[in-house]
């Protein structure tokens, strides 16, 4: 695939890049091994200095790198703008409470004195998709770099302006050359970097097969991974949950980043005695939706990011349909320039359908009708994903039943699923392993190193 800009929204191509070759790599790779010998050393107050000033360009130039999103991924233009303020508040978070986190920790021995100390790896390798091309970004660079660690990004090949403006906003802020770079290289090339012995960790979020053969090459040269892989959650709905709150916080759940965000509800598992009334309404407001340009701030849903996904989600649609799944609304491209596609409510879904093991990135929902919420656990369950899960309902012994049952790394109670710095975030089974955000992501890439002092 081209490293290339292409507007999803018309379709233009606006921008084209050479993938660098191997002189260039090899010259960044030196560049971040030096960057690290001293940035390891850099006091971490400077750090957190250098990370609120990276905080302070994001906010003077938020509708600028907002800009930039909507163009390259389609991302409706507020939703960009938002995007910009979540990195400042992960920036301003880790700089207020990294040092707190990265304290070395007194241990109770026999020792004179024991203690575990957080150390930097070195050099991590970030390999990102487009769908939160800024977010994504942030959530790891700024725990790794604040812990002393320097960051090679390879983003996503349709999201190469805003990789660079990534680049740029942490050169400017004052970061040292080498300890934030964009690595503008096509898939082929990810292999030699992540085997090359200078870097020491790599962190992806994609999809289950890039996930599979990052973690296995890693894993040969014995290097850290934390992936996160993507899921298909479920969203839960029993009769004592607010019905009102429940069902617009669920067409927003469905239809957030057009339907392309990991952590979106995908399937919808509805107690019987509120199944017919609710569908019938979520079914009324998927159809009202308003599809179009993304800078219009009218807009519900914008365009899917690229011609391929679009492809790819009318055939997962289909498939399912031909499977024996009935479609209530949309299931079509909607025809002219751009990469839309129509909301989409289907039900009566075959276990053996795409729509039912597999992960649709658009504003597809499945619908399935439950007894109770031990019902609900099973089906939701039933899949080879666990990132999150998001479950509404007043009462309090089944709040606790899907808080402990649920086979996920987040579970929102009366609350759409969503990242937040001060929380960890990653999933178990098919998406994935480790964490990001919160302590536990500022300590993913760091040396638990002991200390011993008799």
């Not at 790198?65 to 938002?82: D, S, V």
């Not at 390798?125 to 942030?138: C, S, T």
């Not at 839309?340 to 093991?357: H, K």
């Not at 619908?367 to 666990?386: K, L, M, P, Y």
């Amino acid at each position: 695939m081209a490293i290339a800009s292409i507007n999803p929204a018309t379709g233009e191509k606006l921008k084209e890049f050479a993938a660098f070759d191997d002189a260039e790599i090899e010259k960044r790779l030196k560049r971040a091994e030096h960057a690290f010998a001293h940035h390891r050393r850099r006091p971490l107050s400077e750090r957190a200095q250098l990370m609120m000033a990276a905080a302070s360009l994001l906010e003077q130039e938020k509708d600028r790198l907002a800009r930039t999103m909507t163009l390259e991924m389609g991302k409706l233009f507020r939703a960009a703008q938002e995007e910009i303020a979540k990195c400042i508040r992960g920036c301003r978070f880790y700089a207020e409470n990294g040092g707190r986190f990265l304290e070395d920790e007194a241990a109770q021995t026999d020792a004179a004195r024991s203690y575990v100390r957080y150390a930097p790896l070195g050099p991590v390798l970030a390999i990102m998709p487009w769908n939160f091309p800024f977010w994504q970004v942030f959530r790891f660079a700024a725990p790794a770099l604040l812990a002393g660690n320097v960051g090679l990004l390879k983003h996503a090949a349709n999201v190469p302006q805003c990789a660079l403006a990534i680049e740029e906003i942490f050169c400017r802020a004052g970061f040292d050359e080498g300890i934030f770079q964009t690595l503008l290289i096509e898939a082929q090339q990810v292999e030699k970097v992540i085997v090359d012995p200078r870097v020491q960790a790599i962190t992806l979020t994609g999809s289950e097969k890039a996930g599979s053969a990052v973690a296995s090459t890693a894993g040969r040269h014995i290097k850290k991974s934390v992936l996160e892989l993507g899921g298909s959650d479920p969203f839960i709905v029993m009769p004592t949950g607010d019905f009102e709150s429940t069902l617009s916080t669920a067409i927003k759940a469905r239809t957030i980043n057009n339907g392309q965000s990991c952590i979106a509800a995908k399937r919808f598992l509805v107690a019987d005695e509120v199944y017919d009334e609710f569908l019938r309404q979520f079914v009324e407001r998927m159809r009202a939706l308003k599809v179009g340009d993304p800078f219009d701030e009218t807009t519900e849903i914008g365009p899917l990011a690229t011609e391929h996904i679009l492809q790819g989600v009318h055939e997962q649609v289909q498939k399912s349909i031909a499977a024996g799944a009935k479609l209530l609304t949309g299931g079509n491209r909607i025809h002219g320039p751009g990469f839309f596609y129509e909301p989409t409510v289907l039900v009566d879904v075959p276990s053996d359908s795409p729509a039912y093991r597999e992960e649709i990135f658009g504003p597809v929902a499945s619908f399935f009708r439950v007894r109770d919420a031990a019902d609900a656990i099973e089906i939701a369950n039933d899949t080879s994903f666990g990132l999150g899960a998001s479950a509404w309902t007043n009462d309090r012994a089944e709040q606790e039943l899907f808080a402990s049952e649920l086979e996920t790394g987040m579970v929102f109670i009366n609350a759409m699923v969503a990242s937040d710095p001060r929380l960890p975030f990653g999933g178990v089974k098919g998406s994935g392993f480790g964490r990001e955000l919160g302590v536990a992501g500022i300590r993913e890439f760091t040396n638990a190193k002991t200390i011993w002092i008799a």
